[in-house]
Nanobody, 113 residues
């Protein structure tokens, strides 16, 4: 069974930055698309960014120019670099392997002054 473990969530002021990490328990990440999603209180989960095995990326419009997704297959890890954070970015952030439906447990990001 594949396990995904997110880390890096924190409390940050508007305009600040964070880097989220998601480590996968097995050496399978190199052949899979990997993604980040988020769910704010009272809202549905939404896709934030994805990165394919070839390194192609796609972003939700509300994070374009501020967030960057990257992967290190040698470490079985996908990252989400978040800059210029806004209060509306407050959410639990989850990573996933969409091709096999595997999800992590989430990490909380709170943006507030």
């Amino acid at each position: 069974q594949v396990q995904l473990v997110e880390s890096g969530g924190d409390y940050v002021q508007p305009g600040g930055s964070l880097r989220l990490s998601c480590t996968i328990s097995k050496t399978i990440s190199s052949i899979f698309t990997m993604g980040w999603n988020r769910q704010a209180p009272g809202k549905q989960r939404e896709a934030v960014a994805v990165i394919t095995s070839g390194g192609s990326t796609n972003y939700a419009d509300f994070v374009k120019g501020r967030f960057t997704i990257s992967r290190d297959d040698a470490k079985n890890t996908v990252y989400l670099h978040m800059n210029n954070l806004k209060p509306e970015d407050t959410a639990v952030y989850y990573c996933d392997l969409p091709q096999i439906g595997a999800w992590g447990q989430g990490t909380q990001v709170t943006v507030s002054s």
